[in-house]
Each structure stands twice: as structure tokens, then as C-alpha cells.
């Protein structure tokens, strides 16, 4: 089974992940961007103030295919539990964000987005979404990227919005505005229940 954890950056992704590693020891822990040499492309990418929208698109989805084929399928194929830090919904809602506030001359960028990964990707059996205001996302997060700025995070959580609306039985919305004890225990309660079902 294929879990994923998503929400805006600082919304305690992974400091949910890192603690579900105790509670869950023989599922695979993993992550996008990646540590392989596409991710260090996509790092490359986020640093960069002029990277083009739809070039930095494809090096997340580079990304993702070969975590896709080299890790997740593997290990899905073992029958192995795999919970990811962010997976093809953090480029459905970020990667859409940044194309519309380009001039790229892409009508949809969601639904782009999306159509891309159709062909070859996997979906999550089920995604835990830590929602989180933009502001408090982008002050968790420090601000450090061309990313974690308030109105860039606003437009992202608006894509978050339309996938959890156009998907309500994947997602588990979780208040992520709590303490940090309080979001670990909602989240572990609703993996409980998702691998009971
Ligand atoms: N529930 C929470 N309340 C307050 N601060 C938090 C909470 N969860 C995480 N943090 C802090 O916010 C920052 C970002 O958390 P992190 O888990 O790295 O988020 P993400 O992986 O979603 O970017 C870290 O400094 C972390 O200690
Ligand atoms: C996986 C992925 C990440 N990102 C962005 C979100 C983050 O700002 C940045 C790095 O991801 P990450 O290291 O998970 O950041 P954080 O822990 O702060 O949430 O990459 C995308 O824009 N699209 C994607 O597909």
C-alpha cells in the first residue's frame, strides 16, 4: 500500500514521517524530491530564481519516474508498506501554481499537470493532508526559497483544495495548526484506520 503525506511547506510533513518510522518498521520511508541525481536537478532548479516553469516541471517528474521505478514499484511489489513525503500531488498543486503565475501559454496547468503523470504514474492508495494557512506554512518554513513566500503558498493551497474536492474518499484532511504531538497522533489514528480497512 502506497501512502503519501502532502501539504504546504512547514506543515510538519516530516516531522510526521520521521515519526511514523517507530510505529511502522518495516515500511519503506521515502521522499521527493529525491536524494538521487534528479533530485539534486530539482534542488538545482529551486535555487534558481529564473528557472522556467515547465522546465523545472519535467525535472520534478523526472524525478518521480525514476522514484517511481527504482523504489516505490520494487518495493510495492514486495509487498511492502511505502509512505512517501510528498509525491505527484506536490506537482499537481505547486508545479500548477508556478506555470499559472508564468506566461507560459498553458490553459489548465492542474489538469496539465495531472494528464502528464496519467500515462506512467502510480496514484497513492491514500494521501494524509496537513493543512496549514499560508502564513504560518511560510513561517515554519523560514522563508529561505523562492517557494515559501505567503501568496505564492496561498495559490498552492488552493490546488490542495480542488484535489482533496475532486477526491474525498483518498484524502485525510488533518488540521496541521496544532502542536506537533497532537498532528502525530491524528495522523497515526487515520493510518490505523486506512490499514485496518
Ligand atoms: N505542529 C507543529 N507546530 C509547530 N511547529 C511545527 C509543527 N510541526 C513541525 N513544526 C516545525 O516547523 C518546521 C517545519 O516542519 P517540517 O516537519 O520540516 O515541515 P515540512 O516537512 O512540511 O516542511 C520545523 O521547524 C518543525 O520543527
Ligand atoms: C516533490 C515536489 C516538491 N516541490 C517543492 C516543495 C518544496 O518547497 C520543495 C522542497 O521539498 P521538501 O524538501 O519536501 O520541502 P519541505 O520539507 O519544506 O516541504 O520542493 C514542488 O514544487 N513540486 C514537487 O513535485
Known amino acids: 500500500m502506497l501512502i503519501t503525506l502532502e501539504g504546504l511547506d512547514g506543515s510538519g510533513k516530516t516531522t510526521v514521517w520521521e515519526a511514523l518510522h517507530d510505529v511502522y518498521p518495516d515500511a519503506l520511508f521515502t521522499r521527493e524530491p529525491t536524494d538521487s541525481w534528479y533530485g539534486d536537478a530539482v534542488y538545482r532548479s529551486i535555487d534558481d530564481d529564473d528557472a522556467d516553469p515547465l522546465a523545472e516541471l519535467f525535472l520534478y ?6 522514484h517511481l521505478a527504482n523504489t516505490v514499484r520494487p518495493a510495492l511489489d514486495e509487498g511492502r508498506l511505502v509512505v ?3 509525491y505527484s ?8 501554481a508556478t ?3 508564468s506566461d507560459a501559454d498553458v490553459a489548465r496547468p492542474l489538469e496539465y499537470v495531472r ?3 496519467s500515462a506512467f504514474s502510480r496514484p497513492p492508495d491514500a494521501t494524509i493532508y496537513l493543512d496549514l494557512d499560508a502564513r504560518t506554512a511560510a513561517d515554519r518554513a523560514g522563508r529561505t526559497n523562492k517557494l515559501e513566500r505567503d501568496g505564492y503558498l496561498s495559490a498552492v493551497r488552493k490546488n490542495y483544495e480542488r484535489l482533496v474536492e475532486a477526491e474525498p474518499e483518498r ?10 504531538e497532537a498532528v502525530i497522533d491524528s495522523v497515526e489514528r487515520a493510518l490505523a484506520d486506512i490499514l485496518d480497512e
Open 171 to 180: 484524502f485525510v484532511r488533518i488540521d496541521a495548526t496544532r502542536s506537533p
Open 84 to 86: 512517501s513525503d510528498r
Open 99 to 101: 506555470i499559472a503565475a
Open 61 to 66: 517528474t523526472a524525478d518521480h519516474a525514476d
Open 115 to 117: 494528464g502528464i503523470h
Open 89 to 96: 500531488d506536490s506537482r499537481f498543486a505547486y508545479q500548477a
